[in-house]
């Protein structure tokens, strides 16, 4: 008979074992299939368990993200794009045209002396004018940070302004 889920037909087991064992034959039929299929899935697409996990982060580093650009004086239309995912989660925030990158801190979420101290760095050498840096740019409430609860946890976010360019390769 042909599977109700491959459309390929296939042999059950025979009747009387699985009768004589108290266990539905076609249940039992179906289990294996779906492990077969399972297992199938797994040699053509290695990664595809990665890539859900990979994908459910995004999720949720976007919709943290949208949260954070409540703390920025940005047009209402302002919406977001996920660039990259390392120590942070790096986002290009559009409004018609790009107005500023925003960075998630992932891997400093939890030292914020850190991130400060990061950030203080990039003004400092701005400010010297030898290294031409993005700006930072400041909350509504005028600091050089969006700290705020998501997820049950703290998250810290800074804003950058655009500067049209190519990534270095090499």
């Known amino acids: 008979r042909a599977s109700p889920i491959t459309g390929v ?5 025979t009747m009387p074992y699985w009768h004589h064992a108290g266990t539905d034959a076609s249940a039992i039929f179906l289990l294996l299939e779906l492990a077969a299929l399972a ?3 797994r040699k053509i697409h290695p990664e595809s368990e990665k890539v859900t996990e990979r994908e459910k982060n995004a999720a949720i580093y976007t919709r943290h993200a949208r949260e954070a650009l409540k703390h920025y004086r940005l ?3 302002a919406r977001l794009r996920l660039v990259s995912v390392s120590e942070n989660a790096t986002f290009l925030v559009e409004a018609g045209r790009p107005v500023g990158i925003l960075r998630m801190y992932l891997s400093n979420a939890d030292k914020p002396a850190a991130v400060r101290s990061e ?19 400041r909350t509504r409430a005028g600091d050089v940070w969006a700290r ?9 976010c800074a804003m950058f302004e655009y500067v ?3 990534e270095l390769q090499g």
């Open 164 to 166: 049209p360019g190519a």
């Open 75 to 77: 047009p209402e239309a």
């Open 39 to 41: 297992d199938r899935d």
């Open 9 to 13: 037909g296939r042999t059950a087991p």
């Open 148 to 156: 705020f609860p998501a997820g049950g946890a703290e998250r810290i």
């Open 119 to 137: 950030l203080a760095w990039i003004e400092a050498i701005r400010e010297d004018g030898n290294v031409r840096t993005p700006a930072i740019v």
